[in-house]
């Protein structure tokens, strides 16, 4: 059964400081790897897809990697805001069936 | 406007009875999902369908019943509500099968069972 963990489960950082979120899964037979952004009492929201044969993506200051077999994937987010505050979570499609991490809760402090 | 809507936002209502959670898509796309979100669980699929007329259980279908009749709509009905049901329920759509498309989700219902 796959697995999906996240590290870490909260962040507190400093307006400007660069980060990493880590997600790690354990079943390396995936077709992809989605980062999605959450905010309190609303949806989530696509930030980033790679593909299975995909190394990473970028979009504006996010980038993501992911390594199949190592079971693991990284979301670097460059010079934080403020508004980058929110829930990160990580998601694994296999077949039909996505499964989610718990999700790295970000402050980014003024 | 295009995209996920879920309704109602809010519900509360008691053990026993019957209830149903409403998804609409304006896109089109030919994959729907039902996740609930619990804390200590994160969001678990509970049903999901490829089309019009094809449903299949994911994760946790138990005590939950899906249609879709029509492409856009895909409600989640509890038969006979649990506590154990109280959640954030939420609905999402994807254009195709395949690795290259993102899923994108409505902004969910609270549901409480007293």
């Known amino acids: 059964k796959q697995e999906v963990t996240q590290i870490p489960a909260a962040l507190s950082v400093p307006e400007g400081e660069n980060l990493v979120l880590n997600c790690s899964f354990t079943?390396?037979?995936?077709?992809?790897l989605q980062w999605f952004r959450q905010d309190p009492g609303k949806g989530l929201t696509s930030l980033l897809l790679i593909q299975s044969s995909q190394r990473e993506q970028t979009s504006g200051r996010l980038n993501a990697s992911l390594d199949k077999s190592s079971g693991r994937s990284t979301l670097y987010i460059a010079a934080s805001q403020p508004g980058d505050s929110a829930t990160y979570l990580c998601?694994?499609?296999?077949?039909?069936?996505?499964?989610f991490g718990p999700g790295t809760r970000l402050s980014v402090l003024p | 406007d295009a995209g996920i809507t879920q309704s109602p936002r809010y519900k509360i209502t008691e053990t026993g009875r019957q209830v149903t959670l409403m998804c609409h898509q304006t896109?089109?796309?030919?994959?729907m999902f039902w996740y609930r979100q619990d804390l200590g669980h994160g969001l678990r699929l509970i049903y999901y369908s490829a089309a019009a007329d094809i449903t299949d259980k994911g994760e946790v279908p138990d005590g939950y019943v899906v249609s879709r009749s029509k492409t856009e709509n895909f409600p989640l009905t509890l038969e006979s509500a649990t506590r154990s049901q109280t959640s954030v329920y939420f609905c999402a759509s994807m254009s195709v099968g395949g690795s290259n498309q993102p899923q994108h989700f409505g902004d969910g219902t609270r549901l409480s069972i007293l």
């Open positions: 998601a694994v499609l296999k077949g039909q069936n996505f499964v």
């Open positions: 896109w089109s796309h030919s994959y």
């Open positions: 079943d390396s037979a995936i077709y992809n």
